[in-house]
């Protein structure tokens, strides 16, 4: 009997001291915008693997303040069954896409980008209603 696990995930919600967040643009499939996450390497606890994956893509080194939700639907990601847990961070400095980003942008509620990839309009729905 073969059993399959969902592969466990990170996204971070950084936000900048003028109530943006900073979303990456992908630089590999699936093509659009998303929070700056990653896969959970093993022997790498779920907060290890957020301050890498925001360091690797934004260049950032983050400050977690708080999980904000696990997100877990198996259709949340077309390649295989994930889950993630989101967290909340803060960080200093200028971002600078890097590693899985091509570039790196900060938005508001009212500027984020259509192409927004995986369950990622989702979270952030859920982020800003829990925010305002």
């Not at 979303?23 to 896969?39: M, S, T």
């Not at 290890?48 to 639907?73: K, M, N």
């Amino acid at each position: 009997m073969t059993h399959k696990n969902p592969v466990p995930t990170v996204d971070i919600i950084i936000e900048q001291e003028d109530g943006c967040i900073l979303l990456i643009r992908r630089k590999n499939p699936p093509y659009g915008w998303a929070l700056p996450g990653g896969f959970v390497d093993y022997g790498e606890t779920l907060e290890e693997a957020a301050i890498r994956e925001a360091r690797e893509e934004t260049g950032l080194d983050v400050t977690l303040t708080r999980q904000f939700h696990a997100y877990s639907d198996p259709s949340r990601d077309k390649r295989m069954h994930t889950i993630s847990m989101v967290f909340i961070a803060k960080a200093a400095g200028t971002p600078m896409a890097g590693d899985d980003a091509a570039d790196v942008s900060a938005f508001d509620r009212t500027s984020l980008p259509e192409n927004i990839v995986f369950d990622h309009s989702l979270i952030l729905k859920d982020y800003f209603d829990k925010r305002y």
